[in-house]
């Protein structure tokens, strides 16, 4: 994965590089991962912070430079994972993150380590563990969220508080609220929702369906 982002002048661009590169939630401390799997983007901030426009020369900039990262592995990746070598015609990937400040000229190179205690690619991490599928027929839910939450907690042996249910909703990560009915929050026959599990301090994801009968 070629990640950029773009604020204002500034911008940065990371390389994610499996099986060795640190992935980009290698920086996150496990207790955000609830926040941080309720958004979108890890990076975007709360609603109400004022937006900084993006400029062209920037998104040009950092755009560019995902593309020369893309042709690196497009090209390299497969005789990195055969040799551990990368082909001296396109170059390594980056390592880090690449920071860009166009308004006062910077540009500098972050390292980061990979993370053993990461909740994603670490040693205990979501991408070492299989992810459950949940089929529930709705028909048992009664139209509750509540209900629905009680019948995953049930499947996860764990309590509704250590439960947290997602969905997709026209591209924006939407939590699902106790206490509604599932017509009114939208979640009907077909939907497929990501559930999130605390037990102390590990984390756990499962894929709930939603089916009928």
């Known amino acids: 994965m070629i990640d ?36 979108r983007n890890p990076c975007d901030g709360p609603a109400e912070e004022n937006k900084v426009p993006s400029l062209p020369t920037t998104i040009s900039l950092v755009s560019s430079i995902q593309c020369q990262e893309a042709t690196k592995l497009i090209i390299g990746y497969q005789n990195y994972l055969k040799d551990a070598i990368w082909p001296k015609e396109t170059g390594e990937p980056l390592r880090g993150v690449l920071m860009i400040d166009l308004q006062y000229n910077r540009y500098s190179l972050m390292e980061i380590k990979r993370n053993k205690s990461c909740i994603v690619c670490g040693e ?7 992810v459950p599928v949940l089929t529930i027929p709705i ?29 997709q909703r026209k591209n924006k990560t939407v939590r699902v609220e106790r206490g509604r009915s599932l017509r009114r929050a939208r979640v ?4 497929v929702m990501t559930a999130v599990t605390q037990d102390g301090p590990v984390y756990n994801e499962a894929v709930i369906r939603l089916t009928r009968l």
Do not use: W
């Open 4 to 39: 950029g982002g773009i604020i204002g002048y500034r911008g940065r661009v990371q390389v994610y590089v499996p099986p060795d590169a640190p992935c980009p939630l290698c920086t996150y401390p496990s207790s955000e991962y609830g926040r941080i799997a309720g958004l």
């Open 124 to 130: 205990n991490g979501l991408a070492e563990k299989p």
């Open 188 to 191: 009907g026959v077909g939907s």
């Open 139 to 167: 028909e048992e839910t009664h139209d509750s969220t509540s209900r629905l939450y009680q019948m995953v907690a049930s499947r996860m042996k764990l309590t509704t508080q250590q439960v947290m249910l997602f969905f």
